[in-house]
């Protein structure tokens, strides 16, 4: 079954801004999916729409076969939506938060409760359910806005850069969470710009740019498509000048650091081999971006290309 399929969906702001333009995407029950693009590519307005907070201009929308514009009462009861920005009454206890967000659902107190429990404790928030949510980090925060979402046990998790301005350690513990979450049946789409997290989350992805679906399919199959890989190496000499490397670009040299490109499936045994052939020793090597960031940036770009050149030929 599919949790989401959309078909031709366009919105035109009253100012002119067209924002859609045509989307179709679909996202299968079970899925953990990526909808990624740049800034003012149009994932707010597709999140928007598909959240009944937006009005589509054209185009149709169904949520585990129930189409939107006839049914929406029903498809805002299959949908929990996760915004960026902290919502909730912070001087209110986060057991108070869950219990109340139920009571919008008509469910039951002793069902709220027992469901407030349960996804407090699945967030590790339970310690802290009877102290204003205020003081709360922002990581913690975060997971409770995820439990206020669940508490109607939605079947579509919407997250909207679920770990902005969170720190490395917690992201990954919220990593490990939504993992959690969708394991147990839940479909999640990700709006996210950290690339690193849609890689090690997501299993399929769709790129919006300017308003139109550029590409959509399995984090593998992009993955394989990504032809060059970025490498930076420390060295333990400082030589004179940026070394001369047959076969890797060199992209920039400083201060005994070294960035390379390479294209996928080169072997590294020769970039050493040249390297020690100029008396360059490296100490360590990691990759500079994931591979999913290079494929977006790069298609973005070409996107981004192919945009001027139509509009010089105007």
Request: hydrophobic share 40%; net charge neutral.
């Amino acid at each position: 079954m599919k949790a989401l399929e959309i078909k031709g969906l366009t919105k035109t702001y009253g100012n002119g801004q067209v924002a859609l333009k045509g989307v179709d995407l679909t996202v299968e029950q079970g899925d953990f999916f990526a909808l990624l693009g740049p800034n003012g590519a149009g994932k707010s307005t597709a999140i928007g729409i598909v959240c009944s907070l937006v009005n589509a201009s054209s185009g149709s929308i169904k949520i585990h076969e129930f189409d939107l514009a006839t049914q929406r009462n029903h498809c805002k009861l299959l949908i929990g939506l996760v915004p960026q920005e902290i919502n909730f009454n912070v001087f209110e206890t986060p057991l108070n938060i869950l219990v109340t967000q139920a009571g919008y659902y008509g469910i039951p107190r002793k069902i709220a409760l027992e469901r407030s429990e349960k996804y407090l404790r699945l967030s590790e928030l339970w310690g802290k359910r009877n102290g204003p949510a205020r003081e709360m980090s922002g990581g913690m925060k975060r997971r409770l806005m995820i439990a206020r979402a669940l508490i109607h046990q939605p079947k579509l998790l919407i997250l909207d850069e679920p770990t902005a301005g969170v720190d490395i350690e917690i992201r990954r513990t919220m990593w490990q969470f939504l993992q959690e979450i969708n394991n147990s049946g839940t479909t999640i789409i990700l709006t996210t710009h950290y690339l690193e997290e849609a890689e090690t989350l997501c299993r399929n992805v769709a790129i919006i740019d300017n308003g139109s679906i550029v590409e959509q399919g399995a984090v593998s199959d992009l993955l394989s498509r990504s032809m060059v890989q970025s490498f930076v190496l420390d060295l333990k000499n400082t030589p004179s000048q940026a070394p001369v490397l047959n076969g890797f670009t060199v992209v920039s040299y400083d201060n005994q650091r070294l960035e390379v490109e390479m294209a996928v499936g080169d072997n590294m045994n020769g970039l050493f081999q040249q390297l020690a052939a100029q008396n360059i020793e490296v100490v360590s090597l990691r990759n500079k971006t994931n591979r999913l960031e290079e494929f977006f940036l790069r298609l973005v770009g070409q996107q981004n290309d192919q945009g001027d050149t139509t509009e010089g030929n105007t």
